[in-house]
Nanobody, 118 residues
Framework: QVQVVESGGGLAQAGGSLRLSCTASGNRLPIGSMGWYRQAPEKQRELVASINLRGDTNYADFVKGRFTISRNRAGSAVYLQMNSLEPEDTALYYC????????????WGQGTQVTVSS
């Protein structure tokens, strides 16, 4: 079991920046990977970026060059630096945590809202 909490969402203007944070706690097994996903109204949830225990990163094409994912050295927190925000980035952003050798679906946080105005 693991508890996942996101923070850092809010309102930004086009071209602005936000930094999202996600913390994991309560796990007895080490974390294998953490990732950020987003979901806009009436759209499917999609991957934004992920990072594994070795620090390998994976980005969706629509955020490459604008967003950067990172983690703390303990691997218990992940961050998403969002630059050059666009109105199309408006969505509910979720953090997903997969434990090492745990379930493939992982555990989701409650989400944090990101709204970008033009």
């Amino acid at each position: 079991q693991v508890q996942v909490v996101e923070s850092g969402g809010g309102l930004a203007q086009a071209g602005g920046s936000l930094r999202l944070s996600c913390t994991a706690s309560g796990n007895r097994l080490p974390i294998g990977s953490m990732g950020w996903y987003r979901q806009a109204p009436e759209k499917q949830r999609e991957l934004v970026a992920s990072i594994n225990l070795r620090g390998d990163t994976n980005y969706a094409d629509f955020v490459k060059g604008r967003f950067t994912i990172s983690r703390n050295r303990a691997g218990s927190a992940v961050y998403l630096q969002m630059n050059s925000l666009e109105p199309e980035d408006t969505a509910l952003y979720y953090c997903n945590v997969r434990l090492y050798r745990g379930s493939t679906e992982g555990t989701w946080g409650q989400g944090t809202q990101v709204t970008v105005s033009s």
